[in-house]
C-alpha cells in the first residue's frame, strides 16, 4: 500500500493531516468555564496548584512548579543549578532549539557533544569521551568544591543537559553517573517525553531537575506551558518563588528580594491541562497502537521505523522514520507534503546555526547522519 494512502486509512479521511494536534475530548470546556467563572484566569488560583500536584503523583517526582512554557522552566532550572555567565553546559546538538537558547539566556556556552544512533538523545560514552579527554577536575579556591574545568577554555562546566528525544529516553543512569563523578549537575530535557520511562522510572527524575513541556503540538496540551519536577524541596521552593517575580508575601505592599520572572502558568491554561492529564492513559494507549502501525507498515520496506530504545517505555510522541540517505529523506518530504500529509525533518543542527556556530563540538558522526536521515510523520491520536 502507498504511504499516504496507508495514513488517509489511520486517520480516515482524505484532507490534509497535520503532524501532531491536539485532541480535547475530556473536561478541558468544563474546567476552562470553571476557571472563567471563579475569574481566577492568571497566575493564581486551584488548577495551578491542582495540575503541579497532579503531574507530582503521574512522574513521581516530589515537587512540580508551573511555568508559562518549556523553554522558561528550563532556563530557570539551569539557573537554580548554579550555572552562571561565562560558564559553560554540555548538550546534544541534535535538539529542539529550546535547549540550546535556554542555556544562553544564562550567559552559560553551550558544548555539543554526539547522541546514540537507537535513542537520538545524548550518548553517556560521547560524554565520558570527552569528559576524560578535554577536561580535568579542580578544587574551587573560593568554595573548597571540586569542579570540572573545559582544558581548552579554562570554563567550569557547571551542568550537563540531555534532551529525550521525540519522548525516547536516552541512557540517562549512566549519563547520571558520569555526572556524579564529575560533580556537574544533571538538568534532563524532557519537553518530549511526558509519559516515558527508563528503567520504570518517568523521565526527568533523574537528575537534579528536569523539564516538561505543554505546547499546543505535545502529548498533552495547556496551550503554552511547562514544568520543572524536582525531588528538592528547597529548589521547587525557590522555582515558584523566581517565577513569580520573586514577590516577598506581604497583605498590601510590594516587596521584592531577587531578580525575577514573570514565568508563572495561568490557571486558565492549568485547566485544560488538568482536564488533558486525565486522558493520559487514553492518549499513550493510542500512540502505541499507531506506533504498532507504523512499525508494521514499514518492517518490509528500506524505510527503518524509530521505535523505543532498550529498556525504555516511550510515549511515541513524535513517530519518526530514517530514509537512506539526505536525498531520499528530501524525497520522502517532497512527495508527503505535496499530497497533503505533513511531514518535518528532524531539526538542523545546533552548531550549524549561526549563533552557536563557534561553540565547542566533540565527534557529532551520529548527529550528523540523523539530520541527514530522520522525518517525522503524523503522529495525531487517532
Same mark, same amino acid.
Given at each position: /500500500? ?22 480535547? &475530548? ?12 471563579? $475569574? ?33 522552566? %528550563?532556563?530557570?532550572?539551569? /539557573? ?18 529550546? $535547549? ?62 540531555? /534532551? ?21 549537575? %544533571? ?17 526527568? $527524575? ?5 523539564? %516538561? ?28 518563588? %523566581? ?8 497583605? @498590601? ?53 524509530? $521505535? ?8 511515541? @510522541? ?7 540517505? &539526505? ?19 528532524? @531539526?538542523?543542527?545546533?552548531? &550549524? ?19 541527514? &536521515? ?9
Amino acid at each position: /500500500m502507498d504511504f499516504i494512502q496507508f495514513i488517509q486509512n489511520i486517520y480516515r479521511t482524505t484532507d490534509f493531516i497535520p503532524l501532531h494536534e491536539p485532541r480535547f &475530548r475530556g473536561n478541558e470546556k468544563k474546567y476552562i468555564n470553571d476557571c472563567i467563572d471563579s $475569574t481566577f484566569v492568571s497566575s493564581v488560583g486551584k488548577y495551578v496548584d491542582q495540575f503541579e500536584k497532579d503531574i507530582a503523583l503521574y512522574t513521581g517526582a516530589k515537587y512540580a512548579v508551573a511555568a508559562v512554557n518549556g523553554t522558561a522552566a %528550563l532556563h530557570i532550572a539551569l /539557573m537554580l543549578a548554579g550555572v552562571k555567565a561565562d560558564e559553560e553546559v554540555i548538550t546534544q546538538p541534535l535538539t529542539f532549539i529550546a $535547549t540550546a537558547n535556554a542555556i544562553s539566556y544564562t550567559g552559560a556556552k553551550p558544548v555539543f557533544v554526539d547522541v546514540d544512533r537507537d535513542t537520538m538523545g545524548l550518548s553517556p560514552n560521547s560524554l565520558r569521551d570527552f569528559l576524560e579527554n578535554e577536561t580535568t577536575k579542580l578544587i574551587n579556591p573560593s568554595t573548597n568544591k571540586p569542579s570540572t574545568i573545559n582544558k581548552k577554555t579554562g570554563r567550569r562546566i557547571a551542568a550537563v543537559v540531555p /534532551m529525550h528525544t521525540f519522548g525516547h529516553p536516552a541512557r540517562i543512569d549512566e549519563i547520571k553517573i558520569l555526572c556524579d563523578e564529575y560533580h556537574i549537575a %544533571l538538568i534532563e530535557d524532557a519537553a518530549e517525553s511526558l509519559g516515558s520511562f527508563y528503567k520504570g522510572q518517568h523521565t526527568g $527524575t533523574f537528575g537534579l531537575m528536569g523539564t %516538561l513541556s505543554f505546547n499546543g503540538n505535545k502529548t498533552i496540551t495547556t496551550g503554552g506551558g511547562g514544568m520543572i519536577i524536582t525531588n528538592d524541596e528547597k529548589l521547587a521552593k525557590m522555582a515558584k518563588h %523566581l517565577t513569580t517575580q520573586a514577590k516577598v508575601p506581604h497583605a @498590601w505592599e510590594y516587596r521584592h528580594d531577587y531578580i525575577g520572572y514573570n514565568y508563572r502558568l495561568t490557571n486558565l491554561a492549568a485547566a485544560l491541562g488538568v482536564a488533558q492529564l486525565e486522558q493520559l492513559p487514553e492518549i499513550l494507549k493510542s500512540k502505541r497502537e499507531l506506533a504498532s502501525q507504523y512499525k508494521a507498515f514499514f518492517a518490509e520496506s528500506e524505510i527503518q521505523f524509530a $521505535t523505543e530504545p532498550e529498556n525504555s517505555q516511550s510515549n511515541y @510522541w513524535l513517530n519518526a522514520v530514517l530514509l537512506e540517505n &539526505r536525498d531520499e529523506r528530501d524525497k520522502f518530504l517532497k512527495y508527503t507534503n505535496e499530497n497533503g500529509v505533513m511531514t518535518r525533518p528532524i @531539526w538542523e543542527l545546533m552548531n &550549524r546555526l549561526p549563533m552557536f556556530k563557534d561553540c565547542q563540538v566533540e565527534n557529532i558522526e551520529n548527529s550528523e547522519l540523523l539530520a541527514d &536521515r530522520v522525518v517525522n510523520i503524523p503522529s495525531s491520536v487517532i
